[in-house]
């Protein structure tokens, strides 16, 4: 839900108001009571991340995740060792579209 900004015309109250997108704009100043408010262009709320992190094994199956993690323990093993990792193959390509018929 977004914080939106209103200030009232009358008696120059503004404040801030956090409801739904979908509720209509108020009118009343809470302060003055007159039917004056006009909701503000925002300048927009920063960017807030909360949790563990954002990282490419956030949004992978767990399947997926352990092996991911069992690769780069393999990788950086090897680099302590001091040999390289074997290189990954690429992926396949994708077939040609086929030809119109004439």
Do not use: N
Not at 20 to 44: I, N, T
Not at 84 to 89: F, H, T, V
């Amino acid at each position: 839900m977004p914080t939106y900004e209103y200030a009232c015309r009358k008696c120059a109250h503004t404040f801030e108001k956090f409801q739904p997108m979908r509720d209509a704009p108020l009118v009343r100043c809470p302060k003055c009571g007159r039917p004056s408010l006009r909701r503000l262009v925002g300048r927009g709320a920063g960017l807030i991340f909360k949790g563990s992190g954002f990282y490419v094994t956030d949004y992978r199956k767990k399947g997926q995740a352990k092996a991911y993690g069992a690769a780069a323990s393999g990788e950086a093993k090897a680099r302590a060792a001091g040999t390289a990792a074997p290189p990954a193959s690429a992926p396949a390509a994708a077939p040609a579209p086929a030809s119109p018929k004439k």
